[in-house]
């Protein structure tokens, strides 16, 4: 047998849920309702104005005999762990992905280390997030490098829509520090390439990186949105404490809507189309004047699928950012479809503000590249 | 060999993309450079400002011989087809999840069923989309109806963050004719049970369903949210061609931002709470009336971590729907994690919405069933 197993899915409260009752029976364990996890249950439900429990989540306080009930703080279904001695481990997870995560972040992790630190070299991983360069472009620039890479460290380009995330692995190291100091040097090595195309956040969410920034230096932020529609504030306001520094956004979808809810005058739109630097410019101080923000955010383009002319095809993005007297703009031709196209134009604005908050020389409105990854 | 083997990822332009060059191998084919693929890659990287194919991005004209390139309209690295006759098919798509959906789909599919269309027995799927009720209630609910499901046709209960998808499952019929009258038959069985809970969407997205129904009936629309920051703004302008129904919306997010861009009564925030029935509904008349619509959308509430307290815990959330002279409200009190109780309140909005366009009874402001999934 494996040391470890691990099932996922099948411990939902309805018929087609099969996985706990299959494999205590293939292990030959009872099933015995938990006090505690029905006591849990039923007070997430009446606590949300349901009379009582459901029937149906009831069969979820069942653990087999012996086995131990991880909570699940996001749903009704507990993980289960089956410490079988020498025989191994069997873990069982729900299927819903976030609920699955959390507990084997928060459960499941910390038994493997405690059981098997031993007999597990350490393998560190260090993660690089990039924006706004094409992977194979990022890649034809590190080359050179790669040859001094640390042995032992191994690096993989891990192209999101968002950007290129860059992993460099060590691994067979003696020992945590050394395998730490391996990944310092490398990542010195490559941080002259990367560093104008970099953002640092832990979760690898940019948003978050510049929620870090905002908050560190006290700025607020408003933001006006045409193709995206609502993206980069969703985004932005995905970040817990967001408050502190997003005052509030717009999606000024029509023309209409870019005049009422920004102020950007209609004339300007008839002069210079809706999608244009002087649109995206004044969307961006629009809404932050509107607000009494300190920067804001400006983006319109066409996302598609129609919509595109021969001048400017779908994918055409101008976006922009203000910070006190200085405003910067930018245009993307993003490849993918409407999707993609969004979520890149939604990224690269945030990027631009970033870059405008963190290294912007004073009075030059120019992006240094303003070059988009195809 | 097994008729068909599927490779995912590692077709890249980067170092660590091996896929084409190992399986090449193994099969004995040589890579030769195919020019309709150069000419491809050379013509997306030169329309984005480059001013040549960056070197990496050239292996990925590379094609083993006698194999075939499946055209990749999101991404630059082709899906290859072996058709290796008796011996079976190999295909290697990109990893990314959607470049690698959307070949599977354009072509891979077609030459399997071309391929293998007599060995296949018809398998039939019925999706039935739901929001707002629990996977266990709607079990628990359709239990008593579910042995009359005809034979040959099973149930799986799918929980998604924003709602339950049941899906039908028609197995082992004679014919596909067969196989959807037993579909039908078992959807009408249902239906008296699912159908306060019920939407339409051929892709399950509640946004499509109800721009549908804004579109069909000339409906504009407008939304102002709080606690969801943008997310059903977002959502509605996910879909393609929202232009005709989507004026505007704004990211309420600070008091002061209620105020200026959706007119929300300073005094009322301070007199009800900002999390509230009638800031609810102020907001969604104040952004409808402010950008001329004919319904509008409002949510306010506490998407958490912090902010919750023993009155209003982590997880209320008001929204409102007005169309008309009518403005329906109700209280939402979501599980999870932030981004799941931003998800939940953002489709169940967006749900309500949809009812008051389809069924509500003019006049009666109190909706049927408030009382939310946990």
């Not at 598609?304 to 910067?328: H, I, M, N, Q, Y």
Request: aromatic share 4%; hydrophobic share 45%; glycine share 12%.
């Amino acid at each position: 047998m494996s040391d470890l197993v691990v099932v996922t899915g099948g411990l939902g409260p309805t018929r087609d849920d099969l996985t706990l009752a299959t494999v205590a029976r293939h292990l030959g364990r009872e099933l015995a309702e938990d006090a505690d996890l029905l006591a849990g249950l039923q007070k997430r439900f009446v606590g949300r104005g349901y009379a009582e429990l459901p029937p149906s989540n009831r069969a979820q306080a069942l653990v087999p005999e012996g086995a131990v009930p991880l909570e699940n703080p996001l749903g009704t279904a507990p993980g289960i762990l089956f410490d079988l001695g020498s025989d191994g481990l069997v873990v069982l997870l729900p299927g819903v992905p976030r609920e699955m995560r959390t507990i084997f972040t928060g459960s499941v992790i910390p038994v493997l280390r405690d059981r098997f630190s031993g007999r597990l070299a350490p393998v560190i991983h260090r993660s690089i997030h990039t924006t706004g360069i094409a992977e194979s472009v990022l890649a034809d620039r590190l080359e050179p490098l790669l040859h001094g890479l640390p042995e032992a460290v191994s690096i993989a380009f891990l192209p999101e829509v968002e950007g290129v995330e860059l992993r460099l692995t060590a691994r067979g190291f003696a020992s945590s520090e050394r395998a730490l100091e391996a990944l310092a040097e490398a990542e010195a090595l490559l941080q002259p390439v990367v560093a104008p195309h970099r953002y640092q956040a832990l979760s690898g969410d940019l948003a978050e990186a510049l929620g870090d920034r905002l908050s560190a230096t006290g700025t607020t932020v408003a933001v006006a949105e045409s193709c995206t529609g609502g993206l980069v504030a969703k985004r932005l306001t995905d970040i817990p404490g967001s408050s502190r520094y997003f005052l509030g956004g717009v999606a000024a979808y029509s023309n209409e809507a870019k005049r009422l809810l920004a102020g950007v005058d209609g004339a300007l739109i008839e002069a210079e189309g809706a999608v244009s630097r002087e649109v995206a410019e004044a969307l961006a101080r629009g809404v932050r004047d509107r607000l009494g923000a300190d920067a804001g955010i400006g983006i319109t383009g066409i996302a598609g699928p129609g919509g595109g002319t021969a001048d400017k095809p779908v994918g055409t993005v101008w976006f922009a950012a203000c910070l006190g007297s200085r405003t910067v703009a930018t245009k993307g031709l993003f490849p993918g479809d409407r999707e993609m196209i969004r979520a890149r134009a939604a990224q690269a604005a945030m990027a631009l503000l970033a870059r405008l908050l963190e290294e912007w020389p004073d009075g030059n409105t120019d992006p240094p590249d303003g070059r988009q990854a195809p």
